[in-house]
Nanobody, 128 residues
C-alpha cells in the first residue's frame, strides 16, 4: 500500500497562488516512477472531482477544463513527490485537494475509483 501525504494548502485571496505537494512512501511502494498520479478535489456537499493527472514518466498530463491554463501538475520522481501549482485562484476552487496513485502508470485516469491509494487531503480556501 502506498502512503500519500499532501501539503501546501491554506487560505488565499482570489487571484493568488498556491503550490500543493504530495509525498509518497510506504513499505510496499517499489517504484514511484511506475505510478501515474492524480489530483482531485471535493467541495462541501459535492462529489470528488478530477483536477489533473500525470503519467508515470511525467511526459503526459491531463486537466479538467475548469483548471486548464491555471493549474499545472508535475512530478519529481527522485523525491517521490508530485506537485500542483495553482494560479489565478477563484472562490470556486475552494475544496479539499487529494492526491491519488494509480499503479497503471501508462494510463491517465479521471475516475476516482480507478486509483489505488489516496492521501488525507489538504484544504484550499479562496476568499473573494
Amino acid at each position: 500500500q502506498v502512503q500519500l501525504v499532501e501539503s501546501g494548502g491554506g487560505l488565499v485571496q482570489a487571484g493568488g497562488s498556491l503550490r500543493l505537494s504530495c509525498a509518497a512512501s510506504g513499505r510496499t511502494f517499489s517504484t514511484f516512477s511506475s505510478y501515474a498520479m492524480g489530483w482531485f478535489r471535493q467541495a462541501p456537499g459535492k462529489e470528488r472531482e478530477f483536477v489533473a493527472a500525470i503519467r508515470a514518466s511525467g511526459g503526459s498530463t491531463d486537466y479538467d477544463d475548469s483548471v486548464k491554463g491555471r493549474f499545472t501538475i508535475s512530478r519529481d520522481n527522485a523525491k517521490n513527490t508530485i506537485y500542483l501549482q495553482i494560479n489565478s485562484l477563484k472562490p470556486e476552487d475552494t475544496a479539499v485537494y487529494y492526491c491519488a496513485a494509480n499503479a497503471r502508470g501508462w494510463v491517465l485516469r479521471r475516475t476516482p475509483n480507478l486509483y489505488d491509494s489516496w492521501g488525507q487531503g489538504t484544504q484550499v480556501t479562496v476568499s473573494s
